[in-house]
């Protein structure tokens, strides 16, 4: 299928889960995970009126940046690594995986004015998952407040990749409870505000939990050969 007939049939499901849960389609952002994809795949995402791209490696931003440019907004979603973060710095309109003191010292350093930044809350506990565990996240925003070039516009988590719709649920309620109490602090550095979770097996469900940023590849771009 193409982009856009897999857009429409995303954007009636994300209608319907709005519905179900007192909010608005506008309140959702579709990012659009490019990193399986060709550019020509990444444009069409585009021409479909996909406005926001998302890019887990330097190397695949880098590349589909260098042809696709400002026609898009970029957002880096995957662990990212200080020796890295020079390169992407000035490409990327939000960072959703900000989880180490070191990371927040290049992205402060390197960066011109404040990144919005998504900090990585691994709540399901995997070892196989990068970000801070839930009891950590309180202290690690109240330390982002000495960096002023980021700016914490919310939380990030990646579920399981489970069927198990309770499981799902019951992760991306932890992560809605913890935004909250962080949002309520009313704190300038980090308004805290936003929810990334969600992608192309769940973000239905997490826009029912509070979702404000979903992001989605397979379902939405599919996954041919990145060439």
């Known amino acids: 299928m193409s982009v856009k007939e897999n857009l429409s049939v995303i954007e009636n499901s994300i209608e319907e889960a709005c519905q179900n849960c007192g909010r608005t389609k506008e309140d959702i952002t579709v990012i659009a995970v490019t990193k399986y994809v060709s550019i020509a795949r990444a444009e069409e995402a585009i021409e479909a009126g996909i406005e926001h791209l998302g890019e887990n490696r330097k190397e695949g931003l880098l590349e589909k940046y260098e ?17 890295k973060v020079k390169d992407v710095i000035d490409q990327v309109s939000m ?51 000495n960096y002023e070039n980021i700016q914490v516009v919310g939380l990030m988590t990646m579920a399981p990749h489970t069927d198990n719709e309770e499981q799902l649920r019951g992760n991306f309620r932890k992560l809605r409870a913890l935004r909250d109490i962080i949002r309520d602090k009313h704190l300038p550095h980090a308004p805290c505000e936003s929810l990334s ?29 990145n060439q």
């Open 67 to 83: 042809s696709i440019g400002t026609k898009a907004k970029w957002h880096f979603i995957g662990s990212l690594q200080s020796r």
């Open 95 to 145: 960072i959703h995986s900000l989880d180490r003191k070191s990371l927040a010292k290049e992205i402060n350093k390197r960066a011109s004015q404040p990144v919005p930044c998504f900090i990585q809350v691994n709540v399901s506990g995997e070892e196989s998952k990068h970000g801070l565990a839930p009891d950590d996240v309180e202290e690690f925003v109240d330390l982002m407040k």
């Open 197 to 225: 979770m969600g992608m192309s097996n769940d973000y239905a469900i997490a826009i029912e939990e509070g979702a404000t940023h979903v992001r989605i590849g397979s379902k939405l771009v599919g996954e041919e050969a």
